[in-house]
């Protein structure tokens, strides 16, 4: 990761889990860096706008 | 195309749809006002009703009109709403009977005013819905009154725009020239042909789905034209404004507001804009929504302008975040934080600048739902 993120609320530095990412009625599993403790996902502004997006458009064209 | 398709199928989030409905609450809602003079309680003369846009665009036209109508008429409210539009444009139907019908109402309570108005959609819409209220235009009401107005001789030539919704309202046009006339404004007519006018583009939710729809439109309607455009709707001066053409309102000659360059209004800070409008004409401080004040960068807002996001769901985001505590939070101590919203899950960095006070750093959204789960990385 880039930046150097913490979850306010645990205190605690992210690290990277597998996260379920649903669009309609699509389902897959990715890698996105969560708060160890609460579990909390963070979709950065980089990974919203490159990845995210490109599967999002990929379903859309479906 | 699958993007249309899955529109078609009811599949992607109402989050443009929504945008315009949630104006129009807020428009009747927290930006709503109603200025009677005491003196005339019970006995006005006028109804001054502005719409939803004036104040939108320009946070002093409401009460920069009411004004002149005051000079005009002291028996004149003024009265800060919405009527209705931007529901019937996304097709709720009752909720827009109903707005009409509390509109009914209030005018009925104050003793049916004569109801004025600026907005050439409210008037087709009351006309339509409440014929007995028989609106005029602040136009003709200007227009029939004695009220010296400034001169502008030395203008260049206008080309005078008038909006769609003036098709069947040709006396409305012969209002803004008698005013024009009176100031020594030099214009001409765009098009002439009343009953065929070219719509701008705004309204009809079309930026909703497709901003580059109603840009081109705007585009279509104002590429040949080389003089700065006049128009007498708010909504057809900033989108030609958006355009990048010079343009103004009557408001702006009979006021003495606005120059030819005024840029198109962001539409992500409409709701702060009406907020102040209020302000303006109850003459008190604006109220933040949900007591938050946001600092916006131009670039910012342009950005949220094509997303259709306004800094009211800024305020959201960041009332949830700081009350929970949750968010994120990087090393510069800028916090990161996330709002669903219709299907849509919005993000925003942002910097706690003391007490209420933010300033916004970016926003970006995604449509995808992200869902944790227990599992810890496998690669
Ligand atoms: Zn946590």
Redesign the pocket.
């Known amino acids: 990761m880039d930046k150097h993120v913490k979850?306010a609320?645990?205190g605690?530095e992210l690290v990277i889990k597998k996260v379920v990412i649903k669009y309609f009625e699509h389902e897959f599993r990715k890698d996105v860096p969560c708060?160890?403790?609460?579990?909390?996902p963070y979709i950065s502004y980089e990974f919203a706008k490159g990845k995210v997006r490109e599967a999002e458009m990929e379903l859309e064209d479906k | 195309m699958g993007w249309k398709k899955m529109f078609g199928r009811k599949k992607l989030p109402p989050f443009p749809r929504d945008f315009w409905l949630e104006e129009m609450e807020q428009a009747r809602d927290d930006a709503a006002a109603l200025i009677v003079p005491p003196e005339y309680q019970g006995r006005l003369k006028y109804l001054f009703f502005p719409g939803c846009q004036l104040g939108a665009s320009d946070p002093r036209y409401p009460q920069a009109v009411y004004q002149l109508l005051l000079r005009a008429e002291p028996a004149t409210a003024m009265w800060l709403s919405c009527c209705g539009a931007p529901s019937y444009w996304v097709g709720e139907i009752e909720q827009y009977r109903s707005v009409q019908a509390e509109q009914h109402q209030q005018w009925e309570s104050l003793g049916r005013p004569q109801v004025v108005l600026a907005c050439m959609s409210c008037k087709k819409i009351i006309d339509y819905v409440l014929p007995d209220i028989q609106p005029l235009t602040v136009y003709e009401v200007l227009a029939d009154s004695g009220l010296q107005l400034p001169l502008y001789p030395q203008l260049p030539e206008l080309a005078l725009a008038d909006p769609c919704m003036s098709r069947d309202e040709p006396q409305v046009r012969q209002a803004v020239c008698t005013l024009l006339e009176r100031m020594q404004v030099p214009y001409q007519i765009l098009h002439q042909d009343i009953h065929t006018l070219p719509c701008c583009g705004f309204g009809g939710n079309i930026e909703g789905p497709n901003l580059a729809a109603a840009q081109a439109a705007a585009q279509r309607r104002i590429s040949s034209e080389e003089r700065p455009i006049l128009a007498y709707c708010v909504n057809c001066r900033d989108v030609f404004a958006g355009a990048g053409k010079q343009s103004l309102h009557i408001i702006d000659l009979l006021t003495g507001l606005n120059g030819l360059e005024r840029p198109t209004p962001h539409l992500s800070l409409r709701r702060d804009n009406r907020r102040l409008a209020k302000a303006l004409a109850l003459g008190g401080e604006k109220e933040e929504f949900l007591g938050i004040s946001l600092e916006i960068s131009e670039e910012t807002a342009r950005m949220m302008d094509e997303s259709l996001l306004s800094a009211d769901h800024i305020r959201r985001l960041i009332a949830r975040a700081e009350q929970s505590g949750d968010y994120f939070i990087d090393e510069q101590q800028i916090h990161i934080a996330r709002l669903p919203l219709c299907g849509v899950t919005i993000w925003a960095e942002y910097r706690p600048l003391g007490g209420r006070q933010y300033q916004l750093i970016s926003v970006y959204f995604h449509r995808m739902e992200v869902e944790k789960t227990d599992e810890a990385a496998g690669k």
């Open positions: 979850c609320k645990c605690e708060c160890p403790k609460c579990g909390q």
